[in-house]
């Protein structure tokens, strides 16, 4: 797997934008990310939660009718959303939590926009026995409600952030403002490959379980890799997850899929790779949805989770070197894909890798019957049933 260099940098991205306050704990946080790295011990804990609590290997599963429904190669899910929380979280806050541990810290904290990552902190939090607290910008808890209550149940408090847009970048700020505090008692688990150096790579790389998994499965039942995977992009941890198995394999095409929203306005999407600029946010220099004086824009997507005006710095290298490719999907799109996928297999996603699917079902019929596209389910609808609702003008009750 591709690794940042000295400076935490992935070519001319990533890095650390910091208050010095705060690079101790960084400094901290990438030594025992070393050392747990080098030390068997660690990987056979974390594999044993990754097993007998998450759930996994998730499966990998051929979607027949949905490749049926608009003919072209054939399509398989990597199903996430089975993971335990219903999403591809859990991979990553199992990872920090025990790196927490190791660091003897006594509370954790996160930002969320969807409220899986939250949800994930929530619940190693509980398993491990630190206090926690989630940032959350009040208009995703509005359209994320069951994922409040679920983080409220497992005893974490839900800290709602009313500043700028509401949503998941000002959750993301008020997290930090708050981790510079209390950086001596309190580990930050940022849920996506952003932020300074070293969390980009650290989330990476708990969550490239995802690939792991899918190169080993689509092995085992086909004998040969997928031509493509497609995934969604925010911040960038699900599709990255995806891809790093991969990256050596240089005939496997990686697509990531960014929310077009409702057009190309200012304001109006959150499409950064695609429509955006390199600057600095959140402490990682990256692509961004900026104003030529860099101003960071307002961003909106169907999905909160994808409603970020960022991404992670590899995923910008990548865009410039060409080794990904990255498109853009409508909130109309993905909320056709939504019912798509739950209409013809039972599964309900996300409206994050709704996003994805709704690109694959353009780009499968396009390519011959015997290529394989792999694409990320990267979480369950349940959290979206009532704003799809909502939003398609159904009743509920």
């Known amino acids: 797997m591709l690794s940042p260099d000295a400076r935490g940098r992935y070519g001319a991205f990533g890095g650390r934008y910091v208050p010095e306050t705060v690079i101790p704990a960084l400094e901290e946080l990438e030594r025992e990310f070393r050392r747990a790295c080098a030390d068997a011990g660690f990987a056979a804990e974390l594999d044993h939660y990754l097993s007998r609590y998450a759930g996994r290997p998730t499966p990998l599963y051929e979607a027949r009718r949905l490749a049926a429904a608009w003919g072209g190669c054939r399509i398989f899910l990597k199903r996430e959303d089975l993971a335990h929380t219903g999403a ?168 990531g899929v960014e929310a077009a929203g409702r057009g190309a306005g200012e304001g109006e999407h959150a499409a950064s790779l695609l429509r955006g600029s390199p600057g600095v946010l959140h402490g990682s220099l990256s692509y961004l949805l900026q104003t030529e004086e860099g101003q960071v824009l307002p961003t909106h997507s169907i999905s909160a989770g994808l409603d970020y005006p960022g991404v992670g710095p590899e995923h910008a290298f990548w865009k410039e070197s060409g080794r990904a490719e990255y498109v853009a999907v409508t909130d109309r799109e993905a909320l056709d894909a939504f019912q798509l996928l739950s209409e013809t297999e039972g599964i309900i996603p996300a409206l994050e890798p709704a996003h994805a699917i709704a690109h694959v079902v353009k780009l499968a019929p396009t390519l011959p019957k015997d290529r394989i596209i792999v694409v990320n389910v990267s979480g369950r609808g349940d959290k979206d049933c009532v704003e799809v609702a909502r939003l398609l003008g159904r009743q509920i009750g």
């Open 88 to 255: 591809h979280k859990i991979n990553n806050t199992l990872g920090q939590a025990l790196l927490a541990r190791a660091m003897k810290k006594e509370r954790l904290i996160a930002e969320t926009g969807a409220g899986q990552h939250g949800v994930a902190t929530a619940t190693v939090a509980a398993l491990f026995g630190f206090r926690a607290t989630v940032f959350m910008g009040v208009e995703d808890m509005r359209r994320q409600e069951p994922n409040v209550l679920r983080m409220r149940l497992l005893g974490a408090e839900v800290r709602p952030v009313s500043t700028g847009s509401a949503t998941l970048k000002d959750a993301t700020s008020e997290a930090i403002r708050e981790w510079v505090t209390c950086v001596r008692d309190t580990h930050y688990i940022i849920g996506s490959t952003v932020g300074p150096h070293p969390y980009p790579e650290i989330v990476a790389h708990f969550q490239s379980v995802i690939g792991s998994e899918a190169r080993r499965q689509i092995l085992e039942e086909l004998g040969r890799l997928p031509d493509a995977l497609v995934a969604c992009v925010g911040g960038g941890s699900n599709s990255l997850g995806l891809f790093l198995p991969f990256l050596d394999d240089k005939e496997v095409e990686f697509v």
